[in-house]
């Protein structure tokens, strides 16, 4: 009895590992297909014809290999594109903190002459000094 549990137990933990990997399978060809969508739907509407009603299919590894190749060239496209947003975000922002460090560095030169001129060199008018 406790070994028909065991092995129970075992072999739902097995499609459980199964069922993940289809999943992710899954979704990978979904994005696939999302990418080819007027292909795929006129592939889907000549396979229906020809493929029996609820036969389970599935893809060959060479099928797998091109769904996969297109859905990394996807990413690494994808990847450089937020490179290059990022790195023109990163120069509009080195510009910025240029442009901020020149004003305050303007800003001291002002405040440096201000108090030269207006604080120190003043004179007072009571007592003439």
Request: hydrophobic share 40%; aromatic share 6%; charged share 35%.
């Amino acid at each position: 009895m406790q070994t028909d549990l065991s092995a129970l137990e075992a072999e739902i933990d097995q499609y459980k590992k199964q069922i993940e990997g289809l999943e992710v399978e899954n979704g990978t060809f979904e994005s696939y297909l999302s990418h080819h969508e007027h292909a795929a739907a006129q592939e889907a509407n000549t396979r229906k014809k020809h493929r029996m009603r609820n036969a389970p299919q599935s893809l060959t590894m060479d099928q797998k290999l091109e769904v996969a190749n297109y859905e990394l060239e996807v990413m690494a496209k994808e990847a450089d594109a937020e490179a290059l947003k990022a790195d023109k975000l990163l120069d509009a922002l080195r510009a910025f903190l240029e442009q901020a460090d020149l004003r305050i560095v303007e800003l001291k030169k002002d405040a440096y002459e201000f108090k030269r001129d207006i604080v120190v060199g003043a004179e007072n008018p009571r007592t003439g000094k």
